[in-house]
């Protein structure tokens, strides 16, 4: 599996940003999907995942009703629009996959490069 996240950038407080990740070399159809970041100094967070077939998300309480997670397993593409954006929410955010999406997920199985999201205050 090969992911490839795009569409960061530096956006002001309050702005939107849209990241989209493109998988190869697979199809999404048996992975639990999802996002997490990594701010210098910071431990790695699970951001947010989507269960294979949608049927199941998960947002960690510091993005939840700001952010939204979809994936498009015909494009092999997932997408995370983020709102409300944050001096916090700064990070360099990668998507990954990991079985099974839940509370405990942080995207251990497989990752790509990430895309780098800087939100000033």
């Known amino acids: 599996v090969q992911l490839q996240a795009s569409g960061g950038g530096l956006v002001q407080a309050g702005g939107s940003l849209t990241l989209s990740c493109a998988a190869s070399?697979?199809?999404?159809?048996?992975?639990?999907i999802g996002w997490f970041r990594q701010a210098p100094g910071k431990e790695r967070e699970g951001v947010s995942c989507?269960?294979?077939?949608?049927?199941?998300?998960y947002y960690a309480d510091s993005v939840k009703g700001r952010f939204t997670i979809s994936r498009d397993n015909a494009k092999v593409t997932i997408y995370l629009q983020m709102n409300s954006l944050k001096p916090e929410d700064t990070a360099v955010y990668y998507c990954?996959?990991?079985?099974?999406?839940?509370?405990?997920?942080?995207?251990?199985?497989?990752w790509g490069q990430g895309t780098l999201v800087t939100v000033s205050s």
């Open positions: 990954a996959a990991e079985y099974p999406c839940s509370s405990r997920w942080s995207g251990r199985d497989y």
């Open positions: 989507v269960s294979n077939r949608g049927g199941t998300t």
């Open positions: 070399g697979t199809t999404l159809d048996y992975y639990d």
